[in-house]
């Protein structure tokens, strides 16, 4: 089958990309289906999978890509008959069962990622769990592919662990990534004020376009004090931030008294400094998120089919599937980019 491999860790991730003819045809386990992929999106664990995250241990040439969207083309055992033809969409995060061990107590849900752990969608067909997919229907594969994970992953952070509520002010770093323009669609459903960061102005310009209160560009000096002001000097009551390490500070910095910062990434790195005066003295919640369960994902593709739409930056064939890698890797894009199968 054709599929977009990555043949080697290292950097550019780009660099390392081959669209291929002849990748090993795949047949669904017990409990899975083959998917003919309609489309793929990247996300930025796609370049982690690329340079070879240390702990991974991960096996080369491999295929990435978490998020997917197809048409189920054969089932494996124990997957009833009516699920062939129907149009699927991908929730990669695939729970684990519990350990059972002596002694030792029940701990939070550990997942399994489909385009980490185990091959992807940037492929012509990719398997998955029955359990981790959902019909959509007569839906865009393109806009689907685009949605899923990144909404799936803003949901959980600001409405499972941020417990977000209508009307309340959010602060969104680094707007123009997939995960940060999922969050504002989310905050825009709730009735939020929503103030948004970037090292560039067009991208502010963009998000200002789409609805948000106040935008702000990150020049590299510390901003917290722009954004109290812009609150007369309340600070906002939910910071979402995937950038990490060098914004941390200026994140615990523009809370409220009882805010939370939400995070669900560190691509700029994990090393920070933090202030824990100021976090117990204002009662501040600091929560790490990741992806979403089956539950969770449901109720986000409910707001896609009721017409919550991705952004999407830009779309390229499968053969040109390195051109997307070095989009991403550019940090150049606002949306989600979309490979086209």
């Known amino acids: 089958m054709k599929a977009a491999v990555i043949k080697s860790e290292g950097t550019p991730v ?3 990309v081959q669209f291929v003819n002849d ?11 083959l998917v003919k992929t309609e489309a793929s999106a990247l996300n930025h664990l796609d370049l982690w999978v690329g340079i070879g995250m240390p702990g991974l241990g991960l096996e080369y040439p491999r295929i990435s890509g978490s ?25 990669a995060a695939v729970l684990q ?7 030792v107590s029940p701990s939070t849900e550990d997942i399994r990622m489909i385009g980490e752990h185990d ?27 685009a949605f899923g994970l990144a909404h799936l992953t803003a949901w959980r952070m600001l409405v499972t662990r941020a417990q977000l509520r209508a009307g309340q002010t959010v602060l969104i770093t680094g707007i123009g990534g997939g995960a940060a323009l999922a969050a504002f669609n989310i905050c825009k459903l709730f009735g939020c004020n929503t103030i948004v960061t970037s090292r560039h102005q067009w991208k502010l310009d963009r998000a200002i376009g789409l609805g948000a209160n106040y935008a702000i560009l990150d020049e590299g000096e510390d901003w917290s004090k722009t954004v109290r002001g812009l609150t007369g000097k309340r600070g906002v009551d939910v910071c979402v931030d995937s950038v990490g390490g060098p914004l941390h500070l200026q994140c615990i910095k523009t809370l409220s008294r009882g ?19 100021r976090i117990f003295w204002n009662q501040l919640s600091i929560l790490g998120s990741t ?23 830009s779309i ?16 150049e894009q606002f949306g989600k980019i979309i490979i086209r199968w």
């Open 259 to 277: 805010g939370t910062l939400v995070t669900c990434g560190c691509t700029a790195g994990a090393a920070t400094k933090t202030d824990l005066a």
């Open 67 to 91: 998020d997917g969207c197809g048409i189920v083309s054969a089932v494996g055992e124990g997957v009833d008959a009516s699920w062939l033809g129907k149009r699927v969409l991908l929730n």
């Open 316 to 331: 390229h064939d499968a053969a040109d599937a390195s051109v997307a890698f070095a989009r991403l890797e550019s940090g």
């Open 119 to 145: 091959h992807g969608t940037n492929a012509e067909f990719f398997v998955a769990p029955v359990a981790n997919v959902l019909d959509v229907g007569d839906v865009d594969p393109v806009q689907a592919a």
């Open 23 to 33: 990748w090993n045809e795949l047949t669904p386990k017990q409990n899975e289906v």
């Open 14 to 16: 780009a660099n390392n």
């Open 97 to 103: 069962p519990e350990k059972n061990l002596p002694a």
């Open 291 to 313: 992806m979403g369960d089956m539950h969770e994902f449901r109720e986000v593709v409910a707001l896609f089919k009721n017409g919550m739409k991705p952004v999407v930056d």
